[in-house]
């Protein structure tokens, strides 16, 4: 798959950037297309030295426009702050029904305890991923995940992950992220349900925040039990 990663910049981007490009060809976008190659270059030659002769695909850099619409998945990792004026600018792009990934969680800290804190849309809470698909709605397919994976050990190429990672979304493209992150040796994706679990999902990553700060754990994540 081609991979478009917006937010290239922060640890999940880098992270996710440096692990699908052992199976994928990645993309990293930026307003500037300079900056998304420069950004690329880095993490191409640290993705390149980790895997040598076992790196399948790439990473490359474009402008947020050229990677979304050459894209078959799209990671929307940005900032919660920034998610709003970034998906706006996302509306002018020539999206043909790609799949975007949101691993956006929205929280607060009261008290010293984080909260989770979805965003308002037409006057009602809707968690980032429900936003996106409002906002993009007609364009590309929605997908809620990756809140559970700590972003310090994805970009660390020398840890072994273990971690679950729940999914919300319709069947058809949480299928297609689920394919695309299972790439990725030590995540184990699970399909939880329709795009309205996204909140419940959203909010495990300040629930995490607090157990590792009560716990004095670091970079916890999470993995579910059961009998097949």
């Known amino acids: 798959m081609k991979v478009a990663i917006f937010g290239g910049t922060g640890d999940m981007g880098r992270g996710l950037a440096l692990r699908l490009a052992k199976e994928h060809d990645v993309v990293i976008g930026s307003r500037e297309a300079a900056r998304g190659e420069s950004v690329a270059g880095e993490l191409l030659l640290r993705a390149s030295s980790f895997y040598g002769e076992g790196m399948k695909g790439t990473i490359g850099g474009a402008s ?8 078959d998945v799209a990671v929307f990792a940005v900032p919660a702050e920034a998610l709003v004026p970034f998906v706006e600018a996302c509306r002018r792009f020539r999206w043909g029904g790609q799949v975007v990934l949101s691993p956006v969680a929205r929280f607060t800290r009261k008290g010293g305890t984080f909260v989770y804190e979805p965003y308002e849309y037409l006057g009602r809470p809707i968690s980032a991923a429900e936003l996106v698909l409002e906002r993009l709605k007609g364009m590309v397919e929605v997908v809620s995940g990756m809140h559970c994976v700590p972003a310090s050990r994805l970009e660390d190429l020398k840890c072994k992950l273990g971690f679950d990672v729940p999914l919300a979304g319709e069947r058809g493209p949480a ?42 754990l670091k970079a916890p994540g999470i993995r579910i039990v059961g009998e097949a």
Request: hydrophobic letters at 40%; proline letters at 6%; aromatic letters at 4%.
């Open 64 to 71: 947020n426009e050229a990677a979304a619409e050459g894209c």
């Open 175 to 216: 299928l297609k992220v689920s394919a695309l992150l299972g790439c990725i040796e030590g995540l184990r994706p699970l399909y939880a349900g329709p795009l309205c679990l996204s909140s419940t999902l959203e909010a495990l990553t300040p629930f995490l925040l607090n157990v590792s700060e009560r716990n004095k």
